[in-house]
């Protein structure tokens, strides 16, 4: 790891890793030429359990990435939790392939994932300076020591220990120096975030090309008990800053009865003998909801001042911007009052915007996307190349709007009980899933994208649950180029 002030050197082996990475092609066609530069600035801004849905309280990030960019509306995370989720975007690779199967040891937490090799690793050779801000996997700063800092990345500052989620009276690991924060307005974890993120901007971009992750914590539930800032109750919930303290105060979430069990359904007995939710549970999910939309206000006021801050450092023409989300949540949804994990779209369908030279404003692209792609499409738009081989696709034609397809891409969990462990795919069309205990579904997500009945015993779909079920078999344990042929 570098510092600041430990900037790469070696010009001539830049221009060597440059020659040897044109073949990358930086995003193919049309967008390849819209940057003035060869190593064009790359900024991710990753949230925390966020649904599609909850775009509603983001009119900053709306307008100047799903409207000012092109976003993609079948994006899926290939396993609905942070820890898998977040190292399958590190590395490209299906949780199969990477090792992190869960958020917890003995299968999960950082232990489990090789951060020798990863998106970081192959943009620092390329000559970037990277910059991570924020929270990175599970089990960071318990698991390692609280000074630990990944390969592959020249600057960090990362919440560490019990403290990851917390959005006050937190530890945050800065270049190796653990530093204290307190419990006043200004500590506010996503504002303090937003600070730094900006003064990475302010003082690196316009020299190396700059690579910078922004991992906010919000909407996840937030380890602070309560906030020193009256007068709201978030409790158990995340957490919002007083600004924005009612500002969703009568939002209502949208688990409504449209996508509980029908009359006769068939999905899972798991699902479809649970009980309705009471009316605690509603007063919770709304609470939980409520809070969620007011801590996402304070990561939109992020996103507005990272385009600001691009645009006074004269990089903003320069710089792709990418907006997405590790995992989407569940708020009442199919009886269930919380949670993620489930193959529900609430849970695996997350935002996904690039906004940046070339880009399309306001397209959509409905082809199935995943976060698996998104390690090697950020590596393509470098001219890096990843030291693993991908599970996932350069997405750099489909956002070009060059190629169209109709793929198959994997959503997978095995941390739980055998009627909660999972492989599922999904298509343009279908979601299929078949259960470790030998539970089956089938959705037609064009006709209902709430997934109220599952279709797998309509004996008119007989022959598709065949054909999915063969695709599944091909990606279950798919590695490398082997993942594209589902």
């Not at 998106?119 to 000559?127: E, F, I, S, V, Y």
């Not at 560490?160 to 307190?182: A, C, F, I, K, L």
């Not at 699902?271 to 919770?284: H, K, T, V, W, Y």
Request: glycine share 10%; proline share 7%.
């Amino acid at each position: 790891m570098g510092s600041r002030q430990q900037r790469r050197a070696g010009i001539a082996a830049v221009f060597t890793l440059f020659i040897a990475g044109a073949a990358g092609l930086l995003l193919k066609g049309v967008i390849a030429g819209a940057s003035k530069r060869e190593r064009p600035n790359i900024v991710v801004i990753q949230t925390d359990d966020q649904t599609v849905e909850s775009l509603r309280a983001m009119p900053r990030t709306q307008r100047l990435l799903f409207d000012g960019g092109t976003s993609f509306a079948n994006q899926t995370v290939a396993w609905p939790s942070c820890g898998p989720s977040r190292a399958t975007f590190f590395s490209g690779q299906y949780a199969h392939n990477h090792g992190m199967q869960s958020n917890n040891p003995p299968r999960g937490g950082i232990r489990r994932f090789d951060d020798s090799r990863t998106l970081a690793t192959a943009l620092d050779d390329r000559g970037y300076f990277t910059a991570h801000v924020g929270k990175y996997l599970n089990g960071y700063g318990e698991e390692t020591e609280p000074e630990y800092v990944p390969p592959g990345w020249d600057e960090w500052f990362s919440a560490v220990g019990p403290t990851v989620q917390s959005d006050y009276r937190y530890e945050m690991n800065d270049d190796g120096q653990t530093v204290e924060y307190g419990a006043r307005e200004r500590h506010y974890k996503q504002d303090v975030l937003t600070r730094r993120a900006v003064d990475v901007i302010e003082s690196e971009a316009g020299r190396d090309p700059l690579y910078l992750q922004l991992d906010y914590t919000a909407p996840h539930t937030s380890g602070s008990a309560r906030s020193p800032q009256p007068p709201f109750d978030c409790r158990r919930a995340a957490l919002p800053p007083p600004r924005y303290a009612n500002a969703f105060s009568d939002a209502e979430p949208p688990s409504d009865k449209a996508s509980e069990p029908r009359e006769g359904s068939t999905k899972p007995r798991q699902i479809r003998e649970r009980p309705p939710l009471d009316g605690s549970a509603r007063e919770r999910i709304d609470r939980r909801y409520r809070c969620g939309l007011a801590a996402l206000r304070s990561v939109d006021d992020g996103v507005g001042r990272v385009f600001d801050a691009l645009e006074r450092a004269g990089e903003a023409g320069d710089t792709y911007v990418i907006f997405t989300s590790d995992n989407g949540y569940i708020y009442g949804e199919h009886r269930i009052e919380t949670g993620k994990d489930v193959v529900y779209d609430p849970s695996t369908n997350v935002p996904l915007a690039i906004a940046g030279p070339g880009i399309e404003p306001g397209a959509v692209r409905d082809t199935p996307t995943s976060n698996v792609d998104l390690a090697p499409t950020i590596a393509s738009l470098a001219g890096a190349e990843l030291e693993t081989v991908p599970d996932g696709e350069d997405l750099g034609d489909l956002i070009a709007g060059e190629e169209d397809f109709d793929r198959s891409v994997l959503i997978e969990r095995t941390d739980g009980k055998p009627e909660s462990n999972y492989q599922a795919i999904r298509t343009r069309r279908y979601v299929y899933v078949e259960y470790e205990n030998g539970d089956v579904e089938l959705y037609d997500m064009l006709s209902d994208r709430r997934q109220p009945r599952s279709l797998h015993r309509d004996p008119d779909q007989r022959a598709r649950v065949a054909e999915l079920s063969q695709r599944l078999d091909r990606l279950r344990d798919c590695a490398g180029t082997e993942c594209a042929t589902g």
